[in-house]
């Protein structure tokens, strides 16, 4: 009722059938590394034998082609070219909400809710430019200490600094092994003092709804209160608190599916 409300019934019916359906395996083209679709493309096919197409309308954006079923299938992780940086697996749509930030060359980036980093590292590939000289400026935040580290370990790969990051943690209950303690030393517990960012982007906590081709077992799990009450009011306590970042001028974007 709520998609309908929103969406309109024709529309409604088309989501329904999308998250039905298995979704495709997307890529991310690394454009710190690869100058274009073409070239990934090619390198794709010669170096690890998988075949995709571009999505036309979404710069950077690769579909993997079905694999034959007499063909061994390759995994994401094994293959060489993502090794290499090249590329990252990340779906059409959180590529969408990176793209709706518009950040250039030079800005500087709140990822409020960072999760695993994919949205970080697509940001860091938008304002690290390799042409302008110009370098921006990432803040990566999550409450879990995990996902930091998971965004902290990938950046060598991506081809980023790690002093073009600054990872932020706002939950220190998590236990941390001690022999990493040293190495992820340098994430910080809260917001650097008067922080003012160019662009704020809240991916935050939702029903998942628009993932549940993903995530097929989430529809029995969403629950109307969850969904009308409690997520809008987490939300709307994430937004109040990420706001506060964005300077004059500057870009607030959030995520969501249901407004």
């Known amino acids: 009722k709520l998609m309908v409300a929103q969406y309109g019934i024709a529309e409604s019916k088309l989501i329904a059938e999308k998250a039905n359906l298995p979704g495709p395996v997307t890529l991310r083209r690394n454009s710190l590394k690869m100058a274009s679709d073409e070239e990934l493309i090619e390198l794709l096919i010669n170096v ?38 090249l590329f990252e697996v990340q ?19 709140v990822d409020y809710c960072t999760g695993n980093g994919g949205k970080a590292l697509a940001l860091g590939s938008m304002i690290m430019s390799n042409d302008s000289g110009k370098s921006g400026h990432i803040y ?21 600094e790690e ?9 220190s ?30 991916d935050a906590p939702c029903s998942s709804t628009g993932v549940l081709r993903r995530r097929p077992s989430q529809r029995w799990l969403i629950e109307k ?28 974007v959030l995520c969501d599916v249901f407004n």
């Open 48 to 85: 690890d034998d998988v075949i995709c197409d571009s999505v036309n309308h979404v710069s950077g954006c690769l579909r993997v082609a079905p694999q034959s079923d007499d063909k061994k299938k390759k995994s994401i992780w094994s293959m060489q070219t993502w090794k290499d940086g």
């Open 91 to 109: 779906d059409m749509g959180s590529q969408l909400i990176v793209k709706a930030t518009c950040a250039i060359p030079g800005e500087s980036v």
């Open 140 to 160: 990566a935040h999550d409450i879990s200490l995990m996902r930091v580290k998971q965004l902290l370990g990938s950046l060598e790969r991506a081809g980023l």
């Open 163 to 171: 002093s073009s990051i600054t990872a932020i943690c706002s939950d």
């Open 173 to 202: 209950s998590e236990d941390d092994e001690a022999g990493e303690q040293q190495q992820y030393s340098k994430i910080l517990n809260e917001f650097p003092s008067n922080l003012q960012a160019d662009v704020v982007l809240v």
């Open 225 to 252: 209160d969850e969904v009308i009450v409690g997520l809008p009011k987490l939300q709307m306590e994430i937004l109040k608190s990420a706001s506060k970042f964005v300077k004059k001028g500057g870009r607030l």
